[in-house]
C-alpha cells in the first residue's frame, strides 16, 4: 500500500471510532479534566528541534506536551515548526486559537497511536472544556520531523449543550448535557 492509503485508512478508521465513541457516550458519566497541571505560562518559545528520528516514546512524548501546551494556552510550550500546518476540523487555524482558548483537560480514555518510520502520532480520547462543563471526544495527529510538530490536524466531536429550560415540553424522555455539567432528564 502507498503511504496516502495508508494515512487515508488512519484517517478514516479514527473518525470510525470517533463517532462510535461519542455515541456510545450518552447518558453515561464523564471523567473529570486532568488534575495536578500547573497553568502558568512560559516565558518563552522552546528550543528548535535537534534533527534526527523520533521513535515511538518520542511521538508519545509529543502528544502529551501538545496536551500540556494546550492546559497552559501557550503554543510556545511544544517545538513547533515556523510553518506548521494546523487544522481543527478541516479548517486552518492557528496554534494556540480555537481549542486552545476552551480546553480543560482530557478524561480517562486514552488511545495513543505511533508510526515512527513516517514521523506521525496520533490520539484518540475523550476531553472536557469550559471547565468541565462542556463534554467531547478528539482525534489528533501530529507530524514530527527534526523533533518539530510540523502538522496538526485536530477532529472534534462536542456534545451538544443546552441552555437550561430546554426546547419545550415534546423533549421529555430525551437525555442531554445542560450547562450545569450534568446530564439529566428534560422535562
Known sequence: MTKMTIKTLIRVSTLALMFAAV??????????????????????????????????????????????????????????????????????????????????????????????????AGYYGDFSEDGGRLLGMMALRLKVKDHQVTEVEVLLERQELLQKGGLGANTAGVLRPVRDGGVGHRE
Open 23 to 120: 455515541g456510545s457516550m450518552a447518558g453515561r458519566a464523564y471523567a473529570a479534566p486532568d488534575e495536578g497541571k500547573n497553568l502558568t505560562r512560559a516565558p518563552h518559545p522552546l528550543v528548535a528541534g535537534a534533527p534526527g528520528e523520533c521513535n515511538r516514546d518520542c511521538l508519545y512524548h509529543f502528544v502529551d506536551q501538545y496536551f500540556d501546551a494546550m492546559l497552559s494556552r501557550c503554543a510556545c510550550q511544544i517545538a513547533l515548526a515556523p510553518d506548521v500546518k494546523y487544522t481543527e476540523n478541516g479548517q486552518v487555524v492557528k496554534p494556540g486559537e480555537g481549542i486552545w482558548k476552551t480546553f480543560s483537560g482530557r478524561g480517562t480514555y486514552r488511545t495513543y497511536l505511533a508510526d515512527p518510520e513516517n514521523g506521525e
